[in-house]
C-alpha cells in the first residue's frame, strides 16, 4: 500500500522512477563504502560509532525519491536560473530559514571569500556550491554533471546545529542539539509539486500551505502524516518543539509522548517522515479513528524490497547514545546546589525528572492531569500519556519555550506552572534557585 503511495507520488513527479533507481543505486554504493550494514557484535566500538555518525550526518535513506522526485524541491532550490523554478535559495536565504553551514567542510578559499564579503550570499548558485561541497548541515544535494538534480534530507538537518564559531550559522557541528532556528513548514512550503502531501492529507493545497506556514522555527508536526490535525483545538498550530537527540541513555519511552524504544522511533521517523525507503511494522497505526491518514497509507506495515533503513539502526542508536550532554558554563553554583535540594524535596521534581536520567525509571508516562496540562497532544499518541521530560542539557534547548509545544516561554514560568499545579508555595527566591538548578543541568 505504501509502495503503492510512493508509486503514485513518483507517478506524478514524472522522471522522477529514473531518479528513483539511481539513487537507490547510489545509497547501496554509500552503504557497500561505509561498511554500514555490519552487525553491531562484529564491529568494534569506534567503528560502530563511526558509522553511527556517518549515517546520522549523511545518510538520506533514499529520501531524496520524496524530497527531490516527488516534491522537487531541488528544483526550487536551484531557481531558473540554474536549470530549477523560481528564484531560487540564496544563502542568505537558506540561512535564515535556519539551515546551518559546517565551517569544517569550506575550502580555505571559500572561507576567505566568505571573510571578505566576496562570496555573493544572494546567489543562489553559491547554496548549490555549498550543496556540492556536503557542507549543509542535514542537506544532500545530488548533482548530474552541474544541474542539482535531487536534494535529501538527513536527521542532523532537525537535530544538529553549529557553534556559530565562523559566522552565524556557520561553525562546527553540534550533533543531537535540536535546531530551533530551522523553519521546516517554510521549507517544505517551497516544494514545487505538493500533490503528495495533498494526496496524502486528502485536503487542498491552501489548507496544507497553511499549516505549514502556522509551524514557524524550531518546530516540526511529526503526527501530522498519521492523523491530519494541523491544529490543537484552540487554534493554535499542533506542531511540536524539536527535542534533543542527547542525554537519551538509560531512558525508556521516547518522544514527548512516549511512542517507542530509540530504534522504534528512529525507524518511524526514517521511513515516516524522511519517507526513506525501508520496512516498518506497528499495527497501532492501523487504527482508523486515531490514525485516518496513516491508516489510509498504510503506515502500519510497510515493506520495501531493498531496505535502506533497517540495516543502520543499530549503529545509529550507538550513535545517539554517546553524543555529549552539554552543559551551562554560566551557572550560580551557589544557587544551584540550593535549587536541587528544592527540586529533590519541596518541589517533588525528582519524583518524576529521577536522575541521572530525569526522567522516571521505568514506564516513564504521565496523563496531562498530572502536570495540570491538556491532552491534545497526547491522544496524538498510542500511549495517550506525555512522556517525563529528560532534563539534561537544558543549555541546549533554551530557545523556543518548554514543554511539547513551547507553552512555557521560560524556566521560570515552568517552575510558577508548576507551582501552582502542585501548591508549592514556593517563594521568589525558591523558584529562582530551582531556575539556576535546571539551567546547569
Ligand atoms: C524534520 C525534522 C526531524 C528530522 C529530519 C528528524 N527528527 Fe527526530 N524528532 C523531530 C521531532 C519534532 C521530534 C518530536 C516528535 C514527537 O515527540 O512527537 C523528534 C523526536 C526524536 C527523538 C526522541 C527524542 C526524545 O526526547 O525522546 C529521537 C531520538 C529522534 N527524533 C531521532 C531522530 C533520528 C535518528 C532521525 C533520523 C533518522 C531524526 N530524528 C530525524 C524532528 C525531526
Ligand atoms: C508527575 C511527573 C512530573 C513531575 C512531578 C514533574 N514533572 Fe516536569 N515534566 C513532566 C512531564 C510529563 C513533562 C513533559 C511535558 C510536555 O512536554 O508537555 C515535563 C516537562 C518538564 C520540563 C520541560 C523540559 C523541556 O525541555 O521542555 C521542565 C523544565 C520540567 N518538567 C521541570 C520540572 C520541575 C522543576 C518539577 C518540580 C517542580 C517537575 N518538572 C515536576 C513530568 C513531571
Known amino acids: 500500500m505504501v509502495t503503492k503511495v510512493l508509486g503514485r507520488m513518483l507517478g506524478v513527479a514524472g522522471a522522477a522512477i529514473a531518479v528513483y533507481v539511481v539513487v537507490v543505486i547510489a545509497n547501496v554504493a554509500l552503504a557497500a563504502v561505509?561498511?554500514?550494514?555490519?552487525?553491531?557484535?562484529?564491529?568494534?566500538?569506534?567503528?560502530?560509532?563511526?558509522?553511527?555518525?556517518?549515517?546520522?550526518?549523511?545518510?538520506?535513506?533514499?529520501?531524496?525519491?520524496?524530497?527531490?522526485?516527488?516534491?522537487?524541491?531541488?528544483?526550487?532550490?536551484?531557481?531558473?536560473?540554474?536549470?530549477?523554478?523560481?528564484?531560487?535559495?540564496?544563502?542568505?536565504?537558506?540561512?535564515?530559514?535556519?539551515?546551518k553551514v559546517d565551517s569544517t567542510r569550506l575550502p580555505r578559499a571559500v572561507k576567505d571569500a566568505l571573510k571578505a564579503g566576496k562570496l555573493n550570499l544572494d546567489d543562489p548558485k553559491?547554496?548549490?556550491?555549498?550543496?556540492?561541497?556536503?557542507?549543509?548541515?542535514?542537506?544532500?544535494?545530488?548533482?548530474?554533471?552541474?544541474?542539482?538534480?535531487?536534494?535529501?534530507?538527513?536527521?542532523?538537518?532537525?537535530?544538529?546545529?553549529?557553534?556559530?564559531?565562523?559566522?552565524?550559522?556557520?561553525?562546527?557541528?553540534?550533533?543531537?542539539w535540536p535546531n530551533r532556528d530551522?523553519?521546516?513548514?517554510?521549507?517544505?512550503?517551497?516544494?514545487?509539486?505538493?500533490?503528495?502531501?495533498?494526496?496524502?492529507?486528502?485536503?487542498?493545497?491552501?489548507?496544507?500551505?497553511?499549516?505549514?506556514?502556522?509551524?514557524?522555527?524550531g518546530k516540526f508536526d511529526a503526527e501530522l502524516f498519521l492523523d491530519g490535525k494541523g491544529f490543537r483545538p484552540d487554534g493554535k498550530s499542533a506542531a511540536t518543539l524539536i527535542p534533543a537527540a542527547f542525554g537519551l541513555a538509560g531512558v525508556n519511552l521516547h518522544t514527548y509522548t512516549g511512542w517507542g524504544s530509540i530504534p522504534y522511533w528512529n525507524a518511524f521517523v526514517a521511513n515516516l517522515e524522511m519517507h526513506g525507503i525501508g520496512n516498518f511494522e506497528d499495527a497501532r497505526l492501523a487504527d482508523a479513528n486515531q490514525f485516518p491518514v496513516a491508516a489510509r497509507a498504510g503506515f502500519a506495515h510497510v515493506r520495501?524490497?531493498?531496505?535502506l533503513i533497517t540495516p543502520k539502526l543499530p549503529a545509529l542508536q550507538f550513535y545517539q547514545l554517546s553524543l555529549p550532554v552539554p552543559h551551562a558554563q554560566d551557572?550560580?553554583?551557589?544557587?544551584?546546589?540550593?535549587?536541587?535540594?528544592?527540586?529533590?524535596?519541596?518541589?517533588?521534581?525528582?519524583?518524576?525528572?529521577?536522575?541521572?536520567?530525569?526522567?522516571?525509571?521505568?514506564?516513564?508516562l504521565h496523563p496531562g492531569s498530572a502536570i495540570c496540562?491538556?491532552?491534545?497532544?497526547?491522544?496524538r499518541s498510542p500511549t495517550f500519556r506525555y512522556r517525563t521530560t529528560p532534563l539534561r542539557g537544558i543549555v541546549a534547548k533554551l530557545n523556543g519555550g518548554f514543554y511539547h509545544d513551547g507553552r512555557f516561554p521560560t524556566l521560570g514560568a515552568v517552575v510558577d506552572h508548576y507551582d501552582s499545579c502542585f501548591g508549592l508555595h514556593l517563594s521568589g527566591r525558591q523558584k529562582s534557585d530551582l531556575v539556576a538548578y535546571l539551567r546547569g543541568l
Open 331 to 364: 551557572v550560580d553554583r551557589g544557587a544551584a546546589r540550593r535549587g536541587k535540594a528544592i527540586f529533590d524535596g519541596v518541589g517533588r521534581c525528582a519524583g518524576c525528572h529521577m536522575p541521572p536520567t530525569f526522567t522516571d525509571s521505568g514506564w516513564n
Open 304 to 307: 520495501n524490497e531493498r531496505d
Open 126 to 176: 553559491v547554496t548549490l556550491a555549498l550543496l556540492k561541497l556536503n557542507a549543509v548541515v542535514g542537506v544532500r544535494g545530488f548533482f548530474r554533471d552541474d544541474r542539482l538534480s535531487s536534494m535529501g534530507l538527513t536527521c542532523a538537518v532537525c537535530h544538529s546545529t553549529v557553534d556559530d564559531s565562523f559566522a552565524p550559522g556557520i561553525g562546527h557541528r553540534l550533533d543531537g
Open 182 to 217: 530551522l523553519n521546516v513548514g517554510a521549507i517544505v512550503s517551497l516544494a514545487p509539486n505538493k500533490k503528495p502531501l495533498t494526496d496524502l492529507l486528502g485536503v487542498d493545497e491552501a489548507t496544507v500551505d497553511k499549516v505549514l506556514a502556522a509551524w514557524g522555527p
Open 34 to 99: 561505509s561498511g554500514s550494514n555490519a552487525s553491531p557484535e562484529r564491529s568494534s566500538p569506534n567503528r560502530l560509532l563511526a558509522q553511527g555518525r556517518h549515517t546520522f550526518r549523511f545518510d538520506t535513506f533514499g529520501d531524496q525519491a520524496f524530497w527531490g522526485g516527488a516534491l522537487q524541491l531541488n528544483q526550487a532550490i536551484a531557481g531558473s536560473a540554474n536549470g530549477g523554478v523560481g528564484p531560487g535559495v540564496s544563502p542568505k536565504t537558506a540561512l535564515a530559514v535556519g539551515l
Open 373 to 379: 496540562i491538556d491532552d491534545f497532544q497526547a491522544d
